[in-house]
C-alpha cells in the first residue's frame, strides 16, 4: 500500500481503508429502522411467554388438550396473529422511517425502487423465524420471573452481538463473525440488502434461508415441548 501523504493521520488512513473494506455504508436513518424493526419483532417472546403461562395457570391448555386440540393447532393458533402483528409492525417502522424522521430533522428513508418481492420475502422471514423462537421459548419457562427474564436477556445478546445496537462495520473482524451467528443479524442484513444496497431474492435468499430453518428448527422444538408440558 502507498504510504499516507504528509500530514495525514493514522487514525484517518485506518478509517478511510474500512471505509473502503466496508462498501456502501447505512445512513444513521438506513442502520436504525431496519434494525430496531428486527429488535421488535424478536421481542413479541415475553408477551408470548406471559400469554401462555396464564392460559396453563387458569387451566386452559388443559382444557383445550382434553377436546383434543393438537399441540401443533396451540401453537399454530397463536403464531398466526404474532405473525401478522410483526408485519403491522414491520409497516410501521418502515413508514417512520419515509415520513416521521424527516419531520424530526433526520434523513428520510427512501424505498424508491425497492424490490418489494424481496422486501416481503425478508420481512416474512425474520417474522417466522421470531414468532417460532418465541413460541419454543414459552415453552420452556414455567413462572412470570423466568419468562421476565430469559427471553428479554436472549433478545437483548442476540442484538448486541448481531449489529442491532452497534453497526457490524465498526466491529472488530472477530465481532463481525459472531455476528454472523445471530438471527437478529440475518434478518437486518436481508432488509439492508434490499433497502441500502437495491438487492432482490437472489440476494436475500441466503439469509431468508437460514431464518426459515431456524423458523423450522424452533417450531419443532416448540411442539415437542407443549406435548410433555
Do not use: C
Request: no cysteine.
Amino acid at each position: 500500500a502507498p504510504p499516507p501523504p504528509p500530514g495525514a493521520s493514522i487514525g484517518a488512513l485506518v478509517d478511510s481503508r474500512r471505509a473502503a473494506a466496508a462498501g456502501v455504508r447505512p445512513t444513521a436513518v438506513q442502520q436504525s429502522v431496519p434494525a430496531w424493526l428486527v429488535f421488535g419483532m424478536f421481542f413479541i417472546v415475553a408477551s408470548l411467554s406471559g400469554l401462555f403461562l396464564q392460559e396453563r395457570s387458569s387451566g386452559t391448555l388443559a382444557r383445550l388438550r382434553a377436546l383434543g386440540v393438537s399441540p401443533a393447532m396451540l401453537l399454530l393458533s397463536k403464531a398466526l396473529p404474532y405473525f401478522g402483528v410483526n408485519l403491522l409492525q414491520a409497516a410501521l417502522m418502515l413508514a417512520i422511517g419515509v415520513w416521521l424522521m424527516p419531520s424530526l430533522g433526520g434523513d428520510a428513508l427512501s424505498l424508491a425502487g425497492v424490490h418489494w418481492p424481496a422486501l416481503l420475502l425478508a420481512v416474512g422471514a425474520t417474522s417466522a423465524a421470531a414468532v417460532a423462537l418465541s413460541l419454543a421459548l414459552a415453552g420452556l419457562v414455567r413462572t412470570p420471573a423466568q419468562a421476565g427474564t430469559l427471553g428479554p436477556a436472549i433478545n437483548v445478546l442476540m442484538a448486541a452481538v448481531g449489529g442491532i445496537m452497534v453497526p457490524t462495520f465498526v466491529m472488530p473482524a472477530f465481532m463481525r463473525q459472531l455476528a454472523a451467528a445471530s438471527p437478529m443479524n440475518w434478518g437486518l442484513e436481508a432488509l439492508l440488502a434490499v433497502l441500502l444496497r437495491g438487492g432482490g431474492i437472489q440476494e436475500v435468499w441466503p439469509y431468508a434461508l437460514r431464518l426459515g430453518l431456524l423458523a423450522l428448527a424452533a417450531a419443532l422444538a416448540a411442539v415437542l415441548l407443549f406435548r410433555r408440558a
